[in-house]
């Protein structure tokens, strides 16, 4: 019955506080959709700011829609319901704009799940032809990387930091209704704002062999590559996003958010924080205490959001800060290398009895190959310094297919765990929990990786099992690996070009890994050559290409001559 899903979506309104001022009316009608469920939606502070960036514009009102759960998709299609937004439970397709705040690959293949539902056409092309279709638009972490396997799905991408780009975004918007001239025009009009992409101004070229060559303007696009915006220093110090609303169903429960940094100090090789966003820049304490201020009012757990927030230069007033207000904290990040005792107090007395460090892999020498410069001896400190605080738990993330990797790192990282939990034992904290976390090197765009092969999906699955094997042996530490499959779909999303988004548009329905090797046949795609092969540094043509990075090339390719360098020396 469709009365489940009203009453559903009703249920969730009825567990919100919302925060920010509601928005009476307006001219401009956008459906923002987070392409997961709820839950997850809910859980990321990037959403909730566009949100409350879009409602606090003028004449704007923004309503939120979320993936529904399995049993909901089977409620939606036996009614015949198309999909609706959670506040006035008006269908996404009859709004202005639907745009996505996109975090993860994998949550492409739930943009088509959303288009099927909601009933709305999969691409720009086919949106064309139809009057009143909604603008479809997207942006989050995902459009800092390698929006190429969405981009026929999506008319137009926020690339970066969307504070600037969205007030601009509705003005030309307005401009243009009240011309009414076409939709292509709107197109032409947008795409000269800054850190806009317009994925149908440009077009894929591959050779005889169904291989990617290059992505270029069609004519009238602009002719120069295309930038991602960033706020400076001094406009991102003004204010501290914060979570507008707070409910029980999220991943941290009923938790408010506040950001205190963008960007990472740290330069590691395989992560996309460090090389794609230009410096970190950090919330002045006032503002972040200003925040938490507020949400104290209505909740006492707060999330900070951060890549490093052990270096952040207030961080013990602010832990201090949280101590005295005796509010329970979660950091989203715990760097080895700065975690300071006040972090770890500030954990403990909020009642947090387990922590994730990433140790990564367990050799000093293999660690460097991903820049990561601190030693297992500092791990473990570390870690002596979180069991003496009070943490019981410990979670260790790790990973495989760093180049340079043999057995024997393999090896060293089970002796690590080893280590961890003898250390537990000793610390008096024998009665909790160490669990060995890995997953699989995928060598992202725009990092110094992105000319790597990935790890075969046979070799993958070798060194996991090895892992597993190893850390049964060892009393009191548990085991949980990735699945070599997903890695490895995860990669082909994460490098792959705009055929992608067919290979998307045929497996949604049931991805399973058979189905989307299928999918990548049937569209003349041959994964392994998109996932097996070394790219050449000097002049290969990525899918990504065309899109600015954030440092220079030059900066990744440099990058990439250590790592080369740094393995030979293993
Ligand atoms: S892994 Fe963590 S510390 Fe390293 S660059 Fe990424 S966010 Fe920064």
């Known amino acids: 019955m469709s009365w489940n899903l ?12 919302i925060l920010m001022r509601s ?6 009608r956008i459906a923002l959709g987070y392409p997961n469920t709820y839950e997850v939606g809910m859980s990321n502070l990037g959403m909730q700011v566009v949100y409350s960036i879009l409602n606090s514009i003028p004449g704007v009102v923004c309503e939120r829609f979320f993936l529904p759960s399995e049993e909901d998709i089977e409620l939606y299609k036996r009614n015949g319901r198309r999909l609706f937004t959670l506040e006035s439970q008006r269908p996404v397709s009859e709004f202005q ?3 996505f705040t996109i975090a993860f690959e994998p949550d492409f293949v739930n943009i088509a799940k959303i288009f099927d539902l909601a009933g709305l056409p999969f691409t720009a092309e086919e949106r064309a032809q139809h009057e009143n ?27 970066g930091e969307a504070e600037h780009f969205l007030p601009q975004f509705i003005d030309t918007y307005r401009q243009w209704q009240k011309e009414e001239c076409s939709r292509g025009c709107l197109l032409e009009r947008l795409a000269s704002l800054r850190g806009a992409y317009i994925p149908s101004l440009w077009h894929d070229y591959y050779d005889d062999q169904g291989h990617f060559v290059c992505c270029e303007p069609r004519e009238g696009a602009p002719e120069n590559t295309i930038e991602r915006l960033h706020l400076s220093a001094s406009e991102y110090g003004e204010d501290c996003p914060h979570s507008q609303i707070l409910t029980e169903n999220t991943e941290l429960g009923y938790s408010g958010l506040v950001e205190i940094s963008r960007g990472c100090a740290f330069n590691c090789r395989f992560c996309t924080v460090g090389f794609s966003y230009p410096k970190i820049r950090w919330k002045p304490l006032d503002k972040i205490l200003e925040a938490i201020e507020e949400l104290g009012q209505y909740t006492n757990k707060v999330g900070l959001i951060s890549a490093t927030a052990g270096t952040y230069p207030h961080i013990d ?5 949280i101590i005295g207000k ?30 994730t460090l990433a140790p990564e892999v367990g050799s000093d020498a293999l660690r460097k190959v991903a820049n990561k410069r601190f030693t297992d001896a500092q791990y473990l400190a570390t870690a002596e310094r979180a069991f003496a605080a009070g943490v019981v738990n410990l979670r260790m993330y790790s990973m495989v297919g760093l180049p340079g990797e043999r057995e024997e790192h393999l090896q060293a990282l089970i002796d690590l765990a080893a280590d961890t939990r003898k250390l537990q034992i000793k610390m008096g904290r024998g009665g909790g929990h160490i669990t060995l976390s890995t997953g699989q090197l995928i060598p992202k765009p725009f990092t110094p990786f992105q000319w790597n092969s990935v790890l075969e999906k046979g070799k993958a699955a070798k060194s996991i099992h090895y892992l597993e094997r190893g850390v049964k042996r060892i ?6 690996g990735e699945s070599p499959k997903q890695a490895m779909i995860q990669a082909l999303l994460a490098r792959g070009d705009r055929r992608f988004s067919k290979v998307i548009a045929r497996v949604y329905r049931e991805p399973s890994f058979s189905a ?6 049937e569209e003349g795609i041959d994964y392994k050559y998109e996932l097996y092969r070394e790219r050449s540094v000097k002049d290969e043509v990525l899918p990504w290409s065309h899109l600015t990075p954030v440092g220079s090339l030059e900066r990744l390719r440099r990058d990439e001559e250590l790592t080369r360098r740094t393995v030979e020396s293993l």
């Open 23 to 28: 928005t009476a009316g307006g001219d401009v």
């Open 133 to 159: 279709c909604p603008l479809i638009l997207a942006g989050g972490a995902i459009s800092l990387l390698n929006p190429e396997p969405v981009a026929d799905f999506i008319d137009i991408f926020c690339l």
């Open 475 to 480: 009393g009191g530490v548990e085991f949980s």
């Open 6 to 17: 009203i009453k559903r979506s009703d249920q969730y309104k009825a567990q919100e506080t």
């Open 516 to 521: 989307w090797l299928k999918a990548c046949a």
């Open 326 to 355: 005796k509010m329970a904290v979660a950091f989203s990040s715990l760097r080895v290398d700065s975690l300071p005792d006040s972090m770890l107090q500030a954990l403990v007395s909020g009642g947090s009895k387990t922590i």
């Open 97 to 99: 704009i639907v745009a």
């Open 317 to 321: 007033a602010l832990c201090q800060y």
